[in-house]
């Protein structure tokens, strides 16, 4: 297996197709890209924007043009020398259209009779199938032979279709009830609390091969090179899943979407090349906010007990949102009830353990939560099916209560509410950086890094900005204060946070931020939801953005800000995309990009600004630092372009320091032949003078910046007078 030199994300979708794909194939050839890196490309719902609610995994999706496009794309890749990445999604597949699922389909139409019965994790012990759609109004019609609600159409079992429509519907293998009962009484595992994304059975070998067996085809053509897993955590089997996959394609790049807590190891079984990044994007984006701080952001935020607020958004979950899972866990476990599987999931210190490996974190678990009769019944059959799911629904209650509740309620520095953040700990240390990347390099080489996701919260440049916030903390302080007096929102945490995002993401229209905090709010469950509405507060959060996107004061405070932002976004680029592991560049983020959480990340990529900027820069032309984007793309197209040309450069890991007053804003490290220089805190360096005397201590020889073409001898004040970074390596390159 080779790993590429780095992959590139793209967003498939009916308006951006194979064939679109194919189209920026000699774009991404001369940015440097090593291979694509697409969402999911299996048949999915109907116009569905982001491929992860697969309903067919045995056709390429026809929306995008299906199996012909997908070869023609693959064969533009290999001819350009890039490799073809592509997400693969085993945990769960869309049931809501179900004519739009043939397996689903069927199970509805034949029950437990169906071919496709032991597909889906249904408990059957239970009944029927609960199908959670109904409204408060509405009556069920029987047409042909389908039963019939609103646009919802069902299958009838044959021989049933006789009477009126209730006693057709009487007569089914499922059961069509009031949408709000789902929470509670749904009888087959989900998609967190997703009704309409039903879990698929891939640890059994016959499920396996239905679901993957297409994928697994192209590996095996090599029309595809390696795959990125999502969601394994909702898996009954990770491991085994895992070593099945490894089996199934030994030679394919392969990565997993498993989220790390700061100190927790990718399960060492695994026979995988690495996780998909997000504890790399932790660990560089830490180092770019200033701890000191902490205490001002605190004070801000009302002193908030991140614990205790954590704590309270996973029993919210555990008792509103997951009910249905807690009682099928608490019925497996005759002695136990649904308060005690509660209380395990929410004192779980990590996603979840894979019993044996994470007994620490079980142990910890169990500890806190004092649900030692669980753990009696657990131990004594750990790979049965209570232990099966509980540790499949603790990774649920985790996701659902930390990072998509708690990290909208928590909103003391927003810049560290991310996939895979703790935002209790104020940013990080420059040696442990050096410590954790020199880890990746000894244990996971082939892993992704990223900085920005479809997934996170924000993107790498509003994270970047964001940062500074860190290092004007009494500033802002009082400009929330004063902002607030004129057009503050009245949820506390919500108004915080809509003011760093305002901050963050400037310039940014009015419908893009109302759609954010709508999101925003409701993720939050403070004050309204997704299904409990508060109309009165939700017209308060629409009006808001209004007042504010062109309040000149705000614009003010930005330019202040926007500096130093493109300092920290250049710095952290630079460090993901030659420190070790294989990196990811989203799509569009080689220019400024300051998008939010999706699905305002998923909005079209103007590539022909992008193809005009990189001929300009092909033609030796050195950017300004400017609102253009073109210093970034000189960055990510320099870095990728030698990790293609010299992959050799791009081995070992050992951490450098610069020497003198300043040297505590910079970041620097060698490879193998190379150095990257980046800077930490900008604001803090440009109030102490700048670099002065600061030195970096090169190894032997004449080192080039990559960047500039410039010799270097390691003074900082001319390294980098032009970039706050420099990439050197040995010689005339």
Do not use: C
């Not at 085994?240 to 100190?263: F, Q, S, T």
């Not at 974190?361 to 099966?388: F, K, M, Y």
């Not at 910079?666 to 600061?694: K, Y």
């Amino acid at each position: 297996m080779t790993p590429p030199g780095s992959t590139y994300r793209v967003q498939l979708r009916p308006e951006f197709t194979f064939d679109d794909a194919a189209e920026q194939v000699d774009y991404l050839r001369r940015l440097g890209i090593g291979a694509l890196y697409t969402s999911p490309v299996l048949d999915a719902t109907p116009g569905s924007t982001h491929g992860y609610d697969v309903v067919d995994p045995t056709i390429a999706r026809p929306e995008l043009g299906g199996e012909p496009a997908r070869r023609l794309l693959a064969s533009a890749l290999a001819d350009a020398g890039l490799g073809f990445v592509v997400d693969i999604v085993p945990n769960h597949m869309s049931v809501e259209i179900p004519k739009a699922n043939p397996w689903w389909w069927d199970v509805l139409r034949f029950g437990q009779d169906s071919l496709y019965a032991k597909y889906f994790d249904i408990d059957w012990s239970r009944g029927r199938i609960l199908v959670p759609v109904l409204g408060d109004d509405g009556e069920l019609k029987v047409e042909g032979d389908e039963l019939v609600y609103y646009d919802h159409r069902f299958p009838i079992a044959p021989g049933t279709g006789e009477g009126s429509p209730d006693e057709v519907h009487a007569r089914q293998h499922y059961e069509l009830v009031h949408w709000r009962r789902g929470n509670a009484e749904l009888n087959y595992r989900r998609f967190f609390d997703i009704t309409t994304l039903a879990a698929v059975r891939v640890e059994l070998p016959e499920v396996f091969r239905a679901t993957h067996g297409e994928v697994l085809r192209w590996v095996a053509e090599g029309s595809v090179t390696g795959l990125r897993v999502d969601h394994p955590d909702g898996l009954a089997d990770p491991g085994g899943y895992m070593r099945a996959l490894r089996a199934a394609a030994p030679d394919a790049w392969l990565v997993v979407e498993k989220i790390l807590h700061p100190g927790e190891d990718l399960p060492q079984s695994w026979p995988v090349d690495g996780t998909t990044g997000y504890d790399a994007l932790r660990e560089i984006s830490g180092i770019f906010v200033d701890p000191a701080a902490e205490a001002v952001f605190t004070e801000l935020a009302g002193n908030p007990d991140y614990h205790a607020v954590e704590r309270e958004a996973r029993r919210l979950v555990t008792d509103s949102i997951l009910v249905a899972e807690m009682h099928r866990i608490a019925a497996l476990a005759e002695d136990s009830d649904p308060a005690e599987v509660a209380g395990l999931m929410i004192d779980f210190p990590v996603y979840r353990s894979y019993l044996p490996e994470g007994e620490t974190h079980w142990a910890t678990a169990v500890a806190r939560s004092g649900a030692d009769a669980l753990d009696r019944r657990v131990r004594a059959d750990p790979h049965g099916e209570l232990a099966t799911r509980i540790q499949q629904t603790s990774g649920m209650v985790v996701a659902k209560g930390t990072e998509d509740t708690t990290f909208y309620r928590y909103t003391r520095f927003a810049a560290l509410n991310e996939v895979g953040g703790s935002p209790q700990r104020f940013g990080s240390s420059v040696a442990e950086f050096h410590e954790l990347a020199a880890k990746r390099e000894a244990g996971y080489p082939a892993a992704m890094t990223t900085l920005t996701t479809h997934d996170t919260k924000r993107s790498e440049d509003v994270r970047a900005r964001m940062a500074v916030l860190s290092e004007v903390p009494g500033e802002f302080a009082e400009a929330v204060s004063r902002w607030s007096a004129r057009n503050g929102i009245s949820e506390p945490s919500l108004n915080l946070l809509a003011w760093q995002t305002l901050v963050g993401a400037w310039p940014i229209s009015a419908d893009r931020l109302r759609q954010y905090l709508d999101k925003a709010a409701k993720e939050a469950k403070i004050h309204t939801t997704w299904t409990d509405h508060d109309e009165a507060f939700e017209a308060e959060v629409a009006a808001w953005p209004d007042k504010v996107v062109d309040d000149p004061d705000v614009a003010a405070f930005v330019e202040r800000v926007k500096g130093p932002g493109w300092s920290n976004s250049l710095s952290q680029k630079l460090i993901q995309l030659t420190a070790p592991g294989v990196p990811d560049v989203y799509q569009g983020t080689e220019l400024w990009d300051l998008s939010l959480v999706d699905p305002d990340n998923r909005r079209p990529v103007d590539y022909g600004v992008r193809r005009a900027l990189l001929d300009r820069i092909a033609e030796g032309e050195l950017p300004d630092v400017d609102d253009s984007g073109a210093a970034k793309l000189l960055v990510v197209h320099k870095a990728l372009a030698l990790r293609r040309e010299r992959p050799d450069l791009f081995g070992g890991y050992r951490a450098l320091h610069a020497e003198g007053p300043a040297a505590e804003h910079a970041v620097s490290f060698a490879r193998n032949g190379l150095i990257t220089v980046a800077t930490r805190l900008p604001v803090g360096l440009a109030a102490a003078g700048g670099w002065r005397e600061t030195v970096l201590p090169l190894p032997a020889g004449e080192w080039n910046d990559v960047l500039t073409g410039d010799r270097t001898d390691g003074t900082l004040s001319t390294m980098l007078s032009r970039y706050p970074v420099a990439l050197l390596v040995r010689g005339d390159r």
